[in-house]
């Protein structure tokens, strides 16, 4: 039924994981550098899905399903965390968010 | 080329070319668009995986909850267009060429480490201690009772550990977001 190679899954995945580094590094705005964390984590449950249709078990697939359940509670506390500083610094921009105590 | 390959390399390119959007695209809002592109492409993956119900999960719980988060706060925050710094400058030539590198060198590990080959000939052959009916026959799709079965009994107790996680990012993210008086 499968006649896609696993391993050209875990290269997409492998690309995915690299673009989200890279908007990782790349973004100044708070908010999008939460979205390139976002994407890294979708790059990595593509993998555990490929795997766990490699080995036809699904393992794989409850550690995706708790991959998701984290990173909707990483989401809800990271956009809290967002909202804080953007009312203490007025400003979205990540390089003005450079001292602990303000 | 087969049909699989052919949806494979469409999905394979959208996901791509919506993780560039998010790269390239000046507006927090455009970013977060392009990123409901590639979880949407993710899902049709999944689904020519046999994953159905993590492809379910996928688009109910990161693209209907988790970016209707994302767009709410963009909206809530008035997030316009980046500004850029002298810093950014440094993120730029230092990240950009790192970032591609790294890229590239993962997926040269897992072109020419056997991973891909050794994973491609067991496909079909179940591991000895997988559950009898992971997946569905006629099909080849993983069946959704096995699971569930699998979740709520190998995995019961991290399955409830979540519950707690959730409540306890609730309770976080209300006491976080609260004014003070």
């Given at each position: 039924m499968n006649t896609v190679p696993i391993s050209y899954y875990l290269i997409l995945s492998a690309v995915l994981f690299g673009l989200g580094v890279v908007a990782f590094v790349f973004k100044r705005n708070i908010i999008t550098i939460f979205?390139?964390?976002?994407?890294?984590?979708?790059?990595?449950?593509?993998?555990?899905?490929?795997?766990?249709?490699?080995?036809?078990?699904?393992?794989?697939?409850?550690?995706v399903f708790f991959v998701i359940v984290v990173a909707a509670a990483e989401a809800a506390v990271g956009l809290a965390i967002v909202l804080t500083i953007v009312r203490n610094r007025e400003s979205l921009n990540v390089d003005r968010v450079n001292q602990l105590k303000f | 080329?087969?049909?699989?390959?052919?949806?494979?390399f469409i999905l394979a390119a959208t996901s791509v070319a919506g993780a560039l959007m998010l790269?390239?695209?000046?507006?927090?809002?455009?970013?977060?668009?392009?990123?409901?592109?590639?979880?949407?492409?993710?899902?049709?993956?999944?689904?020519?995986?046999?994953?159905?119900?993590i492809a379910a999960v996928q688009i109910i719980v990161y693209a209907g909850a988790i970016m209707v988060l994302f767009v709410f706060v963009i909206m809530l925050l008035n997030a316009g267009t980046e500004e850029r710094t002298d810093w950014s400058q440094l993120a730029k030539y230092a990240g950009l060429p790192l970032g591609i590198f790294f890229m590239l060198w993962l997926a040269h590990w897992m072109a020419h480490s056997g991973v891909g080959a050794a994973a491609a000939s067991s496909v079909g052959t179940p591991v000895a201690n997988s559950v009898a009916l992971a997946t569905d026959a006629a099909s080849g799709a993983f069946s959704t009772r096995a699971l569930s079965e699998q979740l709520f009994r190998t995995y019961l107790f991290p399955f409830e550990a979540t519950s707690i996680l959730i409540l306890i990012a609730i309770l976080g993210a209300l006491v976080l977001a609260k004014r003070d008086e």
């Open positions: 979205m390139a964390i976002e994407l890294m984590l979708n790059a990595v449950n593509l993998a555990f899905v490929a795997f766990a249709r490699a080995h036809n078990q699904l393992d794989g697939l409850v550690f | 080329m087969s049909l699989p390959l052919l949806v494979f790269i390239l695209a000046k507006e927090p809002i455009h970013s977060a668009l392009a990123l409901i592109l590639v979880m949407v492409a993710l899902a049709s993956l999944y689904l020519l995986l046999g994953a159905e119900f």
